[in-house]
Each structure stands twice: as C-alpha cells, then as structure tokens.
C-alpha cells in the first residue's frame, strides 16, 4: 500500500506562506481506483506529486509498504521509480519534443529496468498495441499527434515499467468529450488488466463519478470526504461534495 | 445590432479541396443564443473565425456569406473591420491567458479598451469596469482590478472578458470553447454571466463540445460533423431526444456518470 497520512505542505516566498495541502490523509489500495476531484487551485495535484515521491512535504509521511517515498530518498531508488509512475496533465509538454513516439515509451525502460534491446522491443511494441496506437506512428515525434494520441503514449510510457501505483493528473483535461469518453473506459480496462492502485486527480465532476470505487473530495488543500463509492452520488455527504453534485447539468 | 446571418458558408484550405465548413447557415438575432456543437476539427472554430474575417486569403478559400445587419462581414477591408470587432463584436477566447496583457493589471486593461472605444471620462469607466465586473459574476471587483491575470484563476480571466465585452455594449460575443477547462461550478458560473449577456440585448455565439454547458446556456445547437451540420434544433430538445447516433455519443460523453458504469462491474 501506499499511504500519506497527515501531509501538509507549505511553499514559502519571501515573508508570504501558502499552505497547498493541510493535514491530508489518503491510501492506494491494489485493485482499487481512486478519484481525489476538486477545483483548480485546491491543492490536488501538489498532494499526488508528494504521494509519487516528486516532492517531499512539510510535514507527515509517505510510505510504500512501509518504507519512506520522501525525496531525496525516493530519487536514487530504482524501485520505487519503477512502482510509482504518473501521467502528467499536459501530455505535449510531458513528452521530450525530438524523442519518437517509441523512444519516449522506452526511455523508462532503459533508465529503471534493465532488459535487453530484444525484450524492450517486444515490450514497446506490446505497449502501443494495448493502448491501441498503430505502429506507424512510432517514428512519429510529439508535434504530429493528436491531443488523444499524445496522452495514449504517455499512458504507455508510464506502464513501460509495469509500476504497481499509477498516478493520473488530470488525464482528460483539454480533450473532447467523445476522446475523453475513450481515455477514461482504456484508462478502467487497464486498471481491471494490472490491478495496480490507480489515483486519478480531476476536476471533472462527471468524470469522478463516472471512475471511482473511491471518492475524495479536496476543498481549499483539506481532504473533506473520502469514501468508497458505488455509483450513488446521493451518499457524497459534505456541502462541498453535495454542491459539486448538484451543480451538474440535470440528465433529464 | 438586429441580426448575424450566415448563408452557406463553406471554408477549405487553398491547396485541399476537402471543405473545412461545408454550406453551413445559420440565424442569430439580438438576445438569442446560438450554439456550434461538435469534436476538435468538427468545423465550428473555423466557422467563428471566418465570420470574424481571421483566415489569411493566402491560405484559405472562403464562400458563401456572413452578414451584420446587411453589412457583408467576408472579406470586408481591415480598416472597416477595426471599427466592428472589439467594439460591436467581442470574441471570448478558449485560453484566456494569452488575450490578456501578463505585465498589466486586469483594471488597466479594461481602462485602456473603455477609453479607446467609448467617450466616457475616466470616473465613468471607473464605474463601469467595476459594474461589469460584477454583472460578470465577480465580486471582488478591487481585487480582480488590481491583479495581473497570472493571478487570478482560468474561470476568473475568462468572466474578466465576459466583463470586458458587458463593458463595451458589445452586441455579438463570439466564445470559443469558454469552460473547456474548468470544473463544474466554475463552468456555470462562467455559462450563467453569458446567459446574463444575453439577457442585456446581446446575441452569443457559443462554440463548444460539451453539451451540458450547451443545455445550461439554452438557444439553438447546430451538431457539426466534418464541417457539416448532422443535426439542429433547440439544445434542451436535441438534449433530451437526440435524433442522429453521433448527437447521442456526444450526448452520453457529456454525462458519462449518468450511465450504467457502477452496475456494469
């Protein structure tokens, strides 16, 4: 399991402070997918960069099976770069411009596992087939894909190393509704196919609902509510979950 | 102004014969709203910069005709055009940010457009920037004045422009792709100060791919397909009894939580 409890972190400029995340608590359980969803701004994305190791916080822990995630720790642990790997929210800046689309999936490979050119092939090419990018666009560099297409590469980039926690930050933001649609059910199949604890952060509403078998909600870095959920949104108790809710568009 | 009239407008790139926006028309009057529908590449953006007069000539092959109470709007000079857009026609863009000056406070800026196209002195504009701004949903009138959009969040800038074009008396506001980015609330409250726009005498035209934004503005849809038109009516309607199975996939990507995911496990 991977668990931050009671995290908080505080950025400081010059004399001004900003608390991102207040005493924030939240596990990944294997098998389980979870959706942390809240407004811009509320602190989700930094909470999911201290969960991956990326940054440490100011307080409170982050432990994988026990053993601490916090940075500067985490960076030298092959491992643990290897079990944890996120899906950044913008799939053309996340990518490296020059790299083809099939040596931006296999860079992972090469820098944390070591396989031979052979077995990285066979798991490149595996790769682009489930997340159903055709194999003509493995030369192809980032600037020549469509926004769907770019976030599949990154998909596959980030289950290069077979991680066992797979972090989505705003996997859908910018995408049209029928490609969102597509990213959400590929990103669900993959989650049945690996069984790996899967977080998704959004502010998507309709998306969260749509996802989770848990649901937190973040409101100005606090965690309100964190529960599982099983497709009612009536049992989302706190104001903020419920206003969330009723601010979608009537199905009728 | 009374009308924006749009008669078989077709757009294509010079060297490709497959047309962009293929014979699209459509009719929009004062306190109407009127909605493109449809995925990236489906035509609409393209629709809202030709009637803007933004495809270059050397790139693009534009027909058919786009009329502002009579006046034809394709192809008109650049020196006519100076006097239409900005003042009688706002544009909202899909990214905010970068219509806005990053160095200059958002106060500044909204001063600056006032003075260049009303004669109202600067205690007047004053006044006006601020009630704008709150017709536009934003309360924190000083506070937004005084900040430089980096400061203020995506839903903010794009009620900022809301704001901007409520300031002018603009009597069409072009919006492309206005909530794309923002959550739920922030989303409504951005639809609800176009629908207050409207209620003010102005016609919207409202680009868009979500058609629970789309419901919540109200007006007609036209669903876009390849640059054509697959289906149109009023947004509730369509909503409720979509007609063509590209509309009911849009309809169903729109509210996705609706389906039967949970039960399907």
């Known amino acids: ?6 995290v908080t972190k505080t950025y400081r400029n010059g004399k001004s402070e900003t608390t991102a995340v207040k005493d924030a608590s939240l596990s990944l359980i294997p ?9 811009s701004g509320c602190g989700k994305t930094t909470l999911s960069r201290i969960l991956a190791g990326i940054i440490p916080p100011t307080s409170g822990s982050v432990l994988l099976d026990g053993q601490s995630v916090v940075p500067p720790a985490r960076r030298k642990n092959r491992r643990l770069n290897a079990e944890i790997q996120v899906v950044l929210q913008d799939a053309g800046s996340a990518l490296d411009p020059h790299f083809s689309v099939y040596r931006s999936i296999a860079e992972p490979i090469r820098n944390l596992l070591r396989l031979s050119k052979a077995e990285e092939k066979a798991r490149v090419t595996s790769l682009m087939e489930r997340l159903r990018l055709p194999s003509a666009l493995a030369d192809r560099r980032p600037g020549e894909l469509s926004g769907g297409q ?10 290069a190393t077979a991680p066992r926690y797979l972090i989505f930050d705003e996997a859908t933001s910018g995408l049209d509704v029928l490609v969102k649609e597509s990213i959400l059910d590929l990103i669900r199949e993959l989650h049945r196919e690996t069984g790996a604890a899967t977080l998704m952060i959004t502010h998507d509403m309709d998306a969260a609902l749509y996802m989770a078998d848990r649901i937190a909600v973040m409101l ?15 049992c989302l108790e706190h104001p903020w979950s419920r206003r969330l809710v009723e601010q979608m568009e009537p199905y009728a | 102004m009374r009308e924006l009239k749009v008669s078989e407008l077709s757009v294509s790139l010079k060297d490709k014969g497959q047309p962009l926006v293929d014979k699209l028309s459509f009719r929009l009057g004062a306190g109407e709203s009127l909605i493109l529908l449809g995925q990236s590449g489906c035509g609409k953006t393209m629709t809202c910069r030709a009637v803007m007069g933004l495809l270059e000539k050397s790139r693009f092959r534009v027909s058919g005709s786009a009329s502002l109470d009579g006046g034809e709007l394709l192809g008109m000079p650049e020196k006519h055009r100076a006097g239409i857009y ?5 544009f909202v863009p899909q990214n905010p940010m970068t219509a806005l000056d990053p160095s200059v406070s958002i106060g500044r800026q909204m001063d600056e457009t006032l003075h ?12 006006r920037i601020r009630a704008s701004l709150l017709e536009a949903g934003l309360e924190e009138t000083e506070r937004v004045c005084h ?15 809301i704001a901007l074009a409520l300031s002018t008396g603009a009597e069409l506001v072009i919006a492309d792709e206005p909530t794309t980015a923002l959550d739920v609330v922030l989303r409504n409250e951005t639809v609800d100060a176009f629908v207050r726009l409207r209620a003010k005498g102005a016609a919207v035209l409202f680009v868009t791919h979500d058609f629970a934004a789309a419901r919540r503005l109200g007006g007609e849809v036209l669903v876009m397909r390849e640059g054509t038109l697959v289906e149109r009516g009023d947004v509730r309607e369509v909503w409720a009894s979509p007609e063509k199975e590209y509309t009911k996939a849009l309809v169903r990507a729109s509210a996705l939580s609706k389906g039967a995911r949970h039960a399907d496990r």
Not at chain 1, 31 to 39: A, H, I, Y
């Open chain 1, 31 to 39: 098998g389980e997918l979870t959706v942390l969803v809240g407004q």
């Open chain 1, 1 to 6: 399991m991977l668990i931050a409890e009671h």
């Open chain 2, 147 to 161: 900040s430089r959009p980096n400061m203020l969040s995506g839903g903010m800038i794009q009620r900022v422009l």
């Open chain 1, 150 to 159: 770019l976030k599949r590469v990154c998909i596959a980039r980030a289950l």
């Open chain 2, 86 to 90: 900005g003042k009688k026609v706002a």
């Open chain 2, 116 to 127: 260049l196209h009303t004669k109202l002195n600067r205690a007047q504009r004053q006044a």
């Open chain 1, 220 to 234: 100005r870095g606090e965690i309100v509510e964190n529960r599982p959920y099983t497709g009612d949104p009536g």
